[in-house]
Nanobody, 126 residues
């Protein structure tokens, strides 16, 4: 049974940092690309970042470039999203998802991702 579990969300002040974790079980992480996504109330789910399985190639949405960093530790079956300089507009539920696609980029359709976590809430507020 494949499971993705996000953790690390919470309430943070503007300018603060959080590190999200995506713990993966039931599959070999080295054979999957992982994406991070978010969905704010009343908005569509959007791709934030993704990391490919073969060479670890990373991609970021323009609105998080320079602030967020994705990384993976295949030995721990975990993917991280370091979020710095958080802004109120970053408030959303954050999800991770896995796909066995050979390559993913920011514009990769969400339905290419086979397995999804339940999400973790991130709230940025003073």
């Amino acid at each position: 049974q494949v499971q993705l579990v996000e953790s690390g969300g919470g309430l943070v002040q503007p300018g603060g940092s959080l590190r999200l974790s995506c713990d993966v079980s039931g599959l070999s992480l080295d054979k999957y690309a992982i994406g991070w996504f978010r969905q704010a109330p009343g908005k569509e789910r959007e791709t934030i970042s993704c990391i490919n399985r073969n060479n670890g190639e990373r991609h970021y949405a323009d609105f998080v470039k320079g602030r967020f960093t994705i990384s993976r530790d295949n030995t721990k079956n975990t993917v991280y999203l370091q979020m710095d300089n958080l802004k109120p507009e970053d408030t959303a539920v954050y999800f991770c998802a896995a796909t066995d696609a050979f390559k993913v980029v920011i514009s990769t359709p969400l339905d290419w991702y086979d397995y999804w976590g339940q999400g973790t809430q991130v709230t940025v507020s003073a």
